[in-house]
């Protein structure tokens, strides 16, 4: 079985610059999340997306953005990028049996190393 | 590789000797945590997983404890092996009982030497 597959695994942007990134998820998984991880900061929940629909959000601000689609794969945008966004973005795809599905453990894609200069 | 934490607590352990990481969780109300393993250059990855329903739970060379008196999470390594070198974080669930939202701790990194 693949696991969580992202691209690109590396990106430079420059300031002020839009960027999207793609994950797709184990296949069977309807639920994918997304953290930013930073030297600084460490591990930190952005979003999480189930059957298309945000479930779950974290405190980053509006320029961060997400979305689904009805293949369970996902993306998320990051708008006007300032030199704080470079940060290794990790996504995770879980299994659950229905909507209201306790938590369970997360894969982890190698993640997309974003660089803003 | 990546740096995933340029000044986190660190772990050295001689390989074959037991390694214990500790964790402290915020939230009195988190009722699953998880262990996760990250090697440089990779995604973390997961190693074992307690509810707060359990205070022990063991798997392949490996043993997560949970103190929820003390909010205290504590992964234990048997016969420590070069391979288990790596950034350990422990993780509990955010706020609801579903979906995933974790909260990640600093991390330690585990240093195996010959």
């Known amino acids: 079985k693949a696991g969580v597959t992202q691209t690109p695994r590396y990106l430079i942007k420059t300031r002020g610059q839009q960027v999207t990134l793609s994950c797709s998820p184990i296949?069977?998984?309807?639920?994918v999340s997304w953290y930013q991880q930073t030297p600084g900061q460490g591990l930190q929940f952005l979003f999480e997306?189930?059957?298309?629909?945000?479930?779950n959000k974290g405190n980053f601000p509006g320029r961060f953005s997400g979305r689904q689609f009805s293949n369970s794969r996902s993306e998320m945008n990051v708008s006007t990028l300032e030199l704080g966004d470079s940060a290794l973005y990790l996504c995770a795809s879980s299994w659950e049996s229905g909507s209201g599905g306790l938590n369970t453990e997360a894969f982890f894609g190698q993640g997309t190393r974003l660089t803003v200069v | 590789g990546e740096s995933v934490g340029l000044h986190l607590p660190t772990l050295s352990v001689q390989e074959g000797d037991n390694s214990i990481i500790n964790c402290a969780y915020s939230?009195?109300?988190?009722?699953?945590f998880i262990w996760y393993k990250q090697e440089s250059g990779k995604g973390p990855q997961f190693i074992i997983d307690i509810r707060s329903n359990m205070d022990k739970r063991q798997g392949q060379r490996v043993t997560v404890l949970l103190n929820k008196t003390v909010k205290h999470l504590s992964l234990q390594i048997a016969a420590t092996q070069p391979g288990d070198s790596a950034v350990y974080f422990c993780a509990e669930n955010g706020e609801g009982n579903y979906g995933q939202n974790f909260v990640f701790g600093p991390g330690t990194r585990l240093s195996v030497l010959p």
């Open positions: 296949s069977g998984h309807r639920s």
């Open positions: 997306y189930f059957s298309e629909t945000q479930r």
């Open positions: 939230n009195s109300a988190s009722d699953y």
